[in-house]
Protein backbone atom coordinates (compact mmCIF):
# COMPACT_ATOMS: atom_id res chain seq x y z
CA UNK A 1 0.00 0.00 0.00
CA UNK A 2 2.71 2.62 0.87
CA UNK A 3 5.10 1.52 -2.09
CA UNK A 4 1.64 2.34 -4.50
CA UNK A 5 1.32 5.60 -2.86
CA UNK A 6 4.65 6.57 -3.24
CA UNK A 7 4.61 5.66 -6.86
CA UNK A 8 1.42 7.41 -7.35
CA UNK A 9 2.56 10.85 -5.75
CA UNK A 10 5.99 10.16 -8.03
CA UNK A 11 3.90 9.69 -10.98
CA UNK A 12 1.92 12.99 -10.36
CA UNK A 13 5.08 15.31 -9.57
CA UNK A 14 6.30 13.93 -12.86
CA UNK A 15 2.88 14.53 -15.02
CA UNK A 16 3.42 18.13 -13.83
CA UNK A 17 6.94 18.91 -15.52
CA UNK A 18 7.52 16.92 -18.60
CA UNK A 19 11.10 17.31 -19.66
CA UNK A 20 11.99 15.41 -22.99
CA UNK A 21 15.67 12.92 -22.69
CA UNK A 22 19.12 14.67 -23.36
CA UNK A 23 20.42 11.37 -25.38
CA UNK A 24 24.01 10.64 -26.14
CA UNK A 25 25.27 6.87 -27.87
CA UNK A 26 28.74 6.56 -27.09
CA UNK A 27 31.62 3.78 -26.39
CA UNK A 28 33.02 3.18 -23.25
CA UNK A 29 36.88 3.55 -24.54
CA UNK A 30 38.11 4.90 -28.24
CA UNK A 31 37.49 1.92 -31.07
CA UNK A 32 40.37 0.45 -32.10
CA UNK A 33 39.36 -2.34 -35.04
CA UNK A 34 38.62 -5.58 -33.51
CA UNK A 35 38.97 -4.86 -29.50
CA UNK A 36 35.59 -5.34 -27.79
CA UNK A 37 34.51 -2.20 -26.27
CA UNK A 38 30.81 -1.43 -24.21
CA UNK A 39 28.64 0.21 -27.01
CA UNK A 40 26.17 2.17 -24.45
CA UNK A 41 22.98 4.94 -25.06
CA UNK A 42 22.85 7.10 -22.22
CA UNK A 43 19.35 9.11 -21.26
CA UNK A 44 19.13 11.96 -18.67
CA UNK A 45 16.98 14.84 -17.34
CA UNK A 46 13.97 13.32 -18.57
CA UNK A 47 10.16 13.29 -16.88
CA UNK A 48 8.00 11.31 -16.57
CA UNK A 49 9.81 8.27 -16.20
CA UNK A 50 8.53 5.99 -18.39
CA UNK A 51 10.99 5.43 -21.34
CA UNK A 52 12.58 2.84 -23.49
CA UNK A 53 15.95 2.36 -24.73
CA UNK A 54 16.68 0.15 -27.76
CA UNK A 55 20.55 -0.56 -29.00
CA UNK A 56 20.29 -1.18 -32.97
CA UNK A 57 23.03 -2.28 -35.40
CA UNK A 58 22.39 -1.77 -39.19
CA UNK A 59 18.90 -1.58 -37.89
CA UNK A 60 18.57 -4.82 -36.36
CA UNK A 61 18.15 -4.47 -32.78
CA UNK A 62 20.28 -5.90 -29.96
CA UNK A 63 17.87 -8.80 -28.30
CA UNK A 64 20.46 -8.84 -25.46
CA UNK A 65 21.44 -5.71 -24.08
CA UNK A 66 21.28 -4.65 -20.47
CA UNK A 67 19.95 -2.03 -18.95
CA UNK A 68 20.75 -0.08 -15.57
CA UNK A 69 18.07 0.76 -13.13
CA UNK A 70 16.52 3.89 -13.70
CA UNK A 71 17.28 6.98 -11.00
CA UNK A 72 16.85 10.06 -10.38
CA UNK A 73 18.90 13.52 -9.45
CA UNK A 74 17.65 15.89 -6.84
CA UNK A 75 15.85 17.66 -9.51
CA UNK A 76 13.18 14.93 -9.68
CA UNK A 77 15.08 14.06 -13.37
CA UNK A 78 15.55 10.89 -14.49
CA UNK A 79 18.53 8.76 -16.07
CA UNK A 80 18.45 5.40 -17.45
CA UNK A 81 21.44 3.61 -19.76
CA UNK A 82 21.34 0.57 -21.91
CA UNK A 83 24.72 -1.08 -22.81
CA UNK A 84 26.27 -3.91 -24.64
CA UNK A 85 30.00 -5.64 -24.88
CA UNK A 86 30.66 -6.25 -28.27
CA UNK A 87 33.55 -5.79 -31.31
CA UNK A 88 32.77 -2.05 -33.09
CA UNK A 89 33.09 -2.80 -36.79
CA UNK A 90 33.54 0.18 -38.98
CA UNK A 91 30.82 -1.22 -41.69
CA UNK A 92 28.18 -0.91 -39.37
CA UNK A 93 26.03 1.91 -37.91
CA UNK A 94 25.09 1.80 -34.95
CA UNK A 95 22.33 3.50 -32.93
CA UNK A 96 19.93 3.95 -30.17
CA UNK A 97 16.04 4.17 -30.39
CA UNK A 98 14.64 6.28 -27.79
CA UNK A 99 10.73 6.26 -27.02
CA UNK A 100 9.28 8.83 -24.57
CA UNK A 101 5.69 10.15 -24.04
CA UNK A 102 4.79 8.33 -27.91
CA UNK A 103 7.48 9.69 -29.55
CA UNK A 104 10.51 8.17 -31.06
CA UNK A 105 13.77 9.44 -31.97
CA UNK A 106 16.92 7.91 -33.17
CA UNK A 107 20.51 8.68 -31.82
CA UNK A 108 23.48 7.29 -33.87
CA UNK A 109 26.79 6.70 -32.57
CA UNK A 110 29.76 8.79 -34.48
CA UNK A 111 31.82 6.17 -36.75
CA UNK A 112 35.68 5.29 -36.15
Given amino acids: MMRSLILLSLGLLCA ?8 VVYTYKPMEKGETNTLLCHAKEFNPPNIELQLYADGNPFSDANQTDLSFESNWKFKLT ?15 HVTHMG ?7 ESF
Avoid: H, M
Fill in 16 to 23: ANPSPPQV
Fill in 82 to 96: TFIELIPREDVEYSC
Fill in 103 to 109: RTNIYKL
